[in-house]
């Protein structure tokens, strides 16, 4: 299993701006990914974010709006640019720690953005 | 192209009974198949997972699962449900290569009531 925290945990933000997600995990991890949850929707993938590579992002979302980091095993961030009252969602990062594809994620509580 | 369906989007049932939570899938391949649940502000939680092995697995709470292979069904169950029980629950699909992705259904909000 895995531990993960995220900060911050609730935040609001005026349109235009930018808020930056931070994603701690207690192991080192390589697959960690970046989930968004619309108000009353399910989870969407935004991307998938691996140490020493480039975030893959899914069909519908862009780098320029969403820009990851994951600068070692254990931390990674994501990036809201340009906030537009529809980005309003909880952001979710989880991790599967065997690295095989097909065993549980692990999530973090969340982080729930209101963009007035 | 992978997808979940869970064709309910609220189940009410009373404590002490049987709940029912359904779950269809679709994917071009074996499937890796797994149950989640959320309660109010908090992320999500694993239940169970079916990978290989015996269609009936067993996982946290007192929950259940079936594979039905021929039926692309994951249904999970609990013979007593309890008032704590209520919450979202998500039915989540991969095909399981490294890096592959969790598809989710659109989730399952489930009432006990006392």
């Known amino acids: 299993s895995a531990v993960i925290s995220q900060k911050p945990s609730r935040d609001i933000c005026q349109r235009g701006t930018s808020l930056t997600i931070q994603c701690q995990v207690d192991s080192q991890v390589t697959m960690m990914f970046w989930y968004r949850q619309q108000p009353g929707q399910s989870l969407t993938l935004i991307a998938t974010?691996?140490?020493?590579?480039?975030?893959?992002?899914e069909s519908g979302f862009v780098i320029d709006k969403f820009p990851i980091s994951r600068p070692n095993l254990t931390f990674s961030t994501l990036t809201v640019s340009n906030m537009s009252p529809e980005d309003s969602s909880i952001y979710l990062c989880?991790?599967?720690?065997?690295?095989?594809?097909?065993?549980?994620?692990?999530f973090g509580p969340g982080t729930r953005l209101t963009v007035l | 192209a992978q997808s979940v369906a869970q064709p309910e989007d609220q189940v009410n049932v009373a404590e002490g009974n049987p709940l029912t939570v359904k779950c269809t899938y679709s994917v071009s391949g074996n499937p890796y198949l797994f149950w989640y649940v959320q309660y109010p502000n908090r992320g999500l939680q694993f239940l169970l997972k079916?990978?290989?092995?015996?269609?009936l697995v067993k996982g946290s709470y007192g929950f259940e699962a079936e594979f039905n292979k021929s039926q692309t069904s994951f249904h999970l169950k609990k013979p007593s449900a309890l008032v704590s029980d209520s919450a979202l629950y998500f039915c989540?699909?991969?095909?399981?290569?490294?890096?592959?992705?969790?598809?989710f259904g659109g989730g399952t909000r489930v009432l006990v009531k006392p």
């Open positions: 974010a691996n140490q020493g590579s480039e975030a893959t992002y």
């Open positions: 989540a699909v991969t095909l399981g290569a490294a890096g592959n992705k969790l598809t």
């Open positions: 079916y990978i290989t092995g015996d269609n």
């Open positions: 989880s991790v599967e720690p065997t690295g095989m594809g097909y065993n549980e994620q692990f």
